[in-house]
């Protein structure tokens, strides 16, 4: 199973970007999933989560600014960032909840005025 993500870039604070991440391979169907995120020399946090149910979770520093999506038939899930804040760059990754797939490359998101 491979995981991309993309839908990076260089954002203005305040701005908003829309991450993309599908799940590719051998039929695997994506359940409980959440995106993740990690700048250098640190580790990777997780940011988002949603259930096969639909139901999501935030870290407190993105909550009301972000929102996780899925959309089951596109085997992807989705980072919906708005009012993007400098302490939001980082390289952002999706997995399940339990980190159980092997990690993608990733997409950067900067920003910086």
């Known amino acids: 199973v491979q995981l991309q993500a993309s839908g990076g870039g260089l954002q203005q604070p305040g701005g908003s970007l829309r991450l993309s991440c599908t799940a590719s391979g051998s039929g695997y169907r994506i359940r409980h999933m959440a995106w993740y995120r990690q700048t250098p020399g640190n580790q990777r946090e997780l940011v988002a989560l949603?259930?096969?149910?639909?139901?999501?979770e935030y870290v407190d520093s993105v909550k009301g600014r972000f929102t996780i999506a899925r959309d089951n038939a596109k085997n992807t899930v989705y980072l919906q960032m708005n009012s993007l804040k400098p302490e939001d760059t980082a390289v952002y990754f999706c997995?399940?909840?339990?980190?159980?797939?092997?990690w993608g490359q990733g997409t950067q998101v900067t920003v910086s005025s």
């Open positions: 949603i259930d096969d149910g639909r139901t999501t």
């Open positions: 997995n399940t909840m339990t980190r159980s797939l092997a």
